[in-house]
């Protein structure tokens, strides 16, 4: 392309010899990225408007011009500007090939301008052009457009991804939780939820990613537990001469603004429990139950950024970064609460609510340090807490039912539920690059420690509570007490470690060959256990006089100490302490495991060009793998204390091959063996009991092995601008060994995970169009739209019976779509960002659907639960006032659709809860209103 363009070049010359003029050409290459070609650069001379920009080789050329000295000026956005004073002769042509970096050069006419780092939607797509494999990125700039506030939604923005609401999962081409593999900057991340793989990614604030990805055709770089794609997230660092800036935000829920809102007692504003450190029994006894006020439900923000760079005389850079935030959010739930197998267990219509409480606070700092041109070395530390603080209310009319209810099964059933999560995580990681000649070295190591706990949630039930609404003091309600932990305060603790890591060793032998091989692998721990206390109430005929007011029953007054009947009630666990009673006395862990995962693997794989056109990576990846869990639980009889072992070998081949049709367009193919192996949450058989749902894992899962996965895509890109794109895809997946979330034809509808089938299929297709609709006189969008289509079809066959060690299961159908896999997701958004003077709005209106979706597969005679498809419209609208100000609007959900859960049945569709979903189903979130001032200093 370099000699193509001098050749044109030198002809022009030729041709305009009359007008004795000359030509400037030449590359410029990016000095932050391993001197890349640097495309998009602007190149103009100085004092005139006229230039060019470079293109997406880097090149760039001034024709036609006069003989004589002219400064030219190279820039680009957040790089130094450099001025160099080049003589043009005539009928010559000067060649000045510039690299252009975020540090001072040796150059007295180099101007420092602010730096920020390449991640706008421009750097992003060229970045995808080039990839070797198939990828998608989103990147701070976009996510700060679209008012994306975390990676979970960003990733949301990505065609063929959607996020379930209500919840933290996310379904890449039909394919959940269980399919994906979530990193951070190449380094594998822990889950914070028991009930996960994957970490929660609204936990990551856009204050501390640079870009989001998602790799949806596998390499051998990544873990062979490959299904859908592994989401990569980037965190942002700083190479420039220093900022500051800071932001404060304010807003809240249409529904929660005017409620008086309620969160559990002894947690903090700022989403921290102060008792951990205690014993839970005596935490029980000094502690009472009912909920306290919560303040004002206007959801706050605030947090600040900060970065410098030090360049030193031999020409090493230290660059320094750090960000931290906290933001809260009030969100009130009314709807339905319903547990319905075959028949109704339990069911809330229309009158269970549920107040939430949440609250993110995010730091991390990274330091950068560049050796010289050839060695880069960082360090990057994130530590984030995350709190969910919810009190759920069920049966508030006093219509509530239970089927097991003791008093009065039509009425009056009501339960009060008061649950604190907390998550504090910490990532650490040393990254590093190197170049020596024709090989480089991307290393990076992790350690990963996850505290998840659950303290003191408190759960209450009551019948005949319609009698506490008569205004009839003679007439009360009671304690509804089939079993002891009816009434009850449940503990839980969940900690992870990790070490994990990673190094490339990268061989360029010439321009069309380059070999890669490598080692990543990772040693996890994760500790689990949990326990109860229930309060077995002496006297069944206890009149409650105040349902707002049950601290004044479970006193120490109250207390029954002795044998004689003095007391209303005692306190009771399941696992005593030995020597102990197992009433009104401290006792152990009722339910344990601790799982071991270990993963080692190497790879390699070669870059092979032929021509201008073709590339082809053929790669191989040999992993070793082996699992472990060890669990003490009470609902399996002898079978509760076991250990179960699983070692595997994999070997995966993938190819991926790219077909340059010409300098915009691209032609993808992608094969590839990859692997579903179970985890944690899967196989360890804890139930964890919500107010309508119950879940929990299946260790038959662990012994049968693992799925193999037949991965096939083909796509078509073309980047038909530097910020345009046109791409369509085709995709298919074979699965062996399917394993699906599936609730049990029992009295009790505990949801588990089976293998369900010999094997499933997903079929689908991929459309996304970005193009500018006005653009100014420097071809920026002023109005740009946006979007990405997916429709699939999936199905898998069904065993008549599975016969388990620990579980059994029976299917009346033959097939079924696979869980979690939506026909149709679709994301739109339209930009528009004019230009008046200094006041630079720029306003955003982002639209995503998904369609219907099996959230869990019925067993036996049970009809599936199914998600019902959402759709959700946001609009945000930034305003640049000056160059340091900006002031922002956003306006979040603005359809307002209903969420719901429901189950087939024989007798039409009836609305339930879901256990990825809230405690409520069949509700609106309501509109989030937010107003933020950001200033840079």
């Known amino acids: 392309m370099r000699n193509f363009l001098l050749a044109i070049t030198l002809l022009t010359s030729l041709v305009s010899f009359a007008q004795s003029s000359g030509s400037l050409v030449g590359k410029l290459l990016d000095k ?46 957040g790089y130094e500007t450099q001025e160099i004073l080049v003589e043009i002769l005539a009928n010559k042509v000067t060649e000045v090939d510039v690299t252009m970096g975020a540090s001072a050069a040796s150059l007295d006419e180099v101007v420092i301008t602010t730096t920020t780092k390449r991640e706008s939607e421009t750097a992003l797509l060229l970045e995808q052009k080039k990839a070797v494999e198939i990828k998608q990125s989103i990147g701070a700039e976009e996510l700060s457009r679209k008012g994306v506030s975390d990676a979970a939604g960003a990733v949301a923005k990505i065609s063929g991804v959607s996020k379930q609401e209500g919840s933290s999962n996310v379904y890449v081409r039909g394919l ?34 640079e870009n989001v990805s998602i790799s949806k055709a596998y390499s051998s770089k990544y873990y062979g537990d490959f299904s859908a794609g592994n989401v990569d997230i980037s965190s942002k660092d700083y190479k420039g001469n220093g900022f500051f800036d800071a932001f404060v935000s304010t807003g809240f829920n249409t529904n929660a603004i005017d409620k008086n809102f309620v969160r559990s007692e002894g947690t903090g504003y700022f989403g921290y429990y102060g008792r ?57 739930r009314k709807g339905s609460a319903v547990d319905y197998t075959l028949t109704e267990k339990k069911a809330f219509i229309d009158n269970a609510e549920e107040y939430e409480y949440g609250t993110t606070t995010t730091a991390m700092a990274a330091v950068n340090y560049k050796i010289d041109s050839d060695n880069k070395i960082k360090f990057n530390s994130l530590f984030i807490n995350n709190s969910s603080d919810k009190v759920g209310y069920f049966g508030i009319d006093g219509k509530g039912r ?33 170049t020596s000649g024709k090989f480089d070295i991307d290393w990076g190591f992790g350690y990963n420690y996850v505290f998840s706990k659950q303290p003191d949630r408190k759960r209450i039930s009551v019948e005949n509570y319609h009698l506490a609404l008569d205004n009839d003091i003679n007439t009360n309600p009671s304690f509804y007490s089939n079993v002891v932990f009816d009434n009850q305060r449940y503990f839980q603790n969940i900690e992870d470690d990790e070490y994990n890591g990673r190094i490339n060793l990268a061989y360029n032998a010439n321009d069309n060959l380059k070999i890669n091989v490598g080692y990543n692998g990772r040693s996890k721990e994760r500790s689990f256990n949990n326990i109860r206390y229930g309060y077995d109430i002496l006297d069944s005929d206890y009149a409650i006089t105040d349902v707002n007011n049950f601290d004044s029953v479970f006193t120490l007054d109250n207390l029954n100490l002795n044998d004689g009947d003095d007391g209303i009630y005692e306190i009771q666990v399941i696992n005593p302490t030995p020597t102990l009673s197992n009433v009104n006395r401290p006792g152990l862990y009722e339910n344990t495991y601790k799982g071991t995962l270990n993963v080692y693997a190497g790879y390699a794989d070669a870059e092979i060009k032929s021509g201008d056109k073709w590339l082809f990576v053929p790669g191989v990846r040999l992993e070793s793998f082996e699992q472990k869990i060890a669990f003490n639980v009470i609902n399996l009889g002898n079978l509760g204390d076991s250990e179960i072992t699983s070692k595997q070998t994999f070997v995966l081949p993938t190819l991926n091959v790219k077909y340059a049709l010409n300098e915009e367009s691209n032609l993808r193919f992608s094969a590839s063996q990859t692997v579903s192996i179970p985890e944690f949450k899967e196989v360890a058989p804890f139930v964890y009991e919500d107010i309508s749902t119950r879940i929990g894992g299946n260790p038959d899962l662990l012994e049968q092995g693992y799925s193999k996965i037949l991965n096939i895509d083909l796509k078509y890109e073309w980047f038909f601008s530097k910020s345009e794109i046109l791409s369509v895809a085709a995709f298919t997946k074979e699965i062996k060994d399917p394993v699906n979330l599936v609730v049990g034809a029992d009295a009790t509808g505990t949801q588990r995970y089976f293998r369900t089938g010999d094997k499933a299929n997903v079929y689908g297709i991929e459309l996304e169009v970005r193009k500018n609709l006005i653009t100014d006189s420097d071809d920026n969008a002023k109005l740009s739209a946006g979007i990405n289509a997916t429709y699939m079809h999936t199905t898998q066959d069904l065993y008549s019976n599975i016969d388990g060690e620990f579980y059994d299961v029976s299917f009346t159908e033959s097939e079924e779509a696979l869980q979690g896999a939506s026909p149709l997701i679709l994301n739109a958004d339209i930009n528009y960002s004019p230009t008046f003077g200094n006041y630079k709005p720029t306003a955003n209106l982002v639209f995503s659907y998904f369609s ?37 609007v956003g306006v979040k959900n603005i359809l307002n659709a209903n969420i719901d859960y429901y189950r087939e049945t024989t007798l039409g569709n009836i609305s339930v809860n879901s256990a990825n979903g809230k405690g409520v189903t069949d509700y609106q979130r309501g509109i989030d209103l937010s107003l933020q001032l950001k200033y840079k200093f």
């Not at 994906?180 to 990613?209: E, Y």
């Not at 360049?311 to 906290?326: E, I, K, P, Q, V």
């Not at 039509?410 to 604190?420: L, S």
């Open 32 to 77: 932050e990225y391993n001197n890349e070609p640097l495309p998009f650069a602007n190149v103009i001379i100085k004092g005139t408007s006229s230039g060019t920009t470079s293109d997406m080789d880097g090149l760039y050329a001034l024709n036609d011009l006069a003989p004589g000295s002219y400064t030219i000026v190279y820039s680009f956005v």
């Open 276 to 332: 951990y450190d205690h014993n839970p029994f005596a935490v029980v006894l000094s502690h009472g139950i009912d909920p306290e006020n919560a303040g004002t439900p206007m959801n706050i923000g605030y947090g600040a950024s900060a970065g410098k760079s030090f360049d030193f005389d031999n020409g090493s850079r230290l660059s320094l970064f750090a960000t931290a935030s906290f933001e809260n959010a009030y969100e009130y």
């Open 176 to 209: 959940g939780d269980r399919y994906l593999n979530t990193t951070m900057n190449g380094l594998s991340l822990p889950s914070n939820d028991v009930n996960k793989k994957n970490i929660d990614l609204n936990l990551f604030s856009s204050d501390v990613i």
């Open 402 to 434: 239970s089927r097991d209810a003791i008093l009065n099964t039509d009425e009056g059933f009501y339960q009060m539920n008061v649950q604190f999560d907390q998550t504090q995580m910490y990532v650490n990681q040393l990254l590093g690059e190197h």
């Open 852 to 888: 219907n979706r099996i959230d869990a597969l019925g067993s036996g005679q049970l009809g599936n639960v199914i998600e019902k498809g959402v759709p959700t419209l946001d609009f945000i609208w930034k305003n640049k006032v000056k160059e340091n100000l900006e002031i922002n």
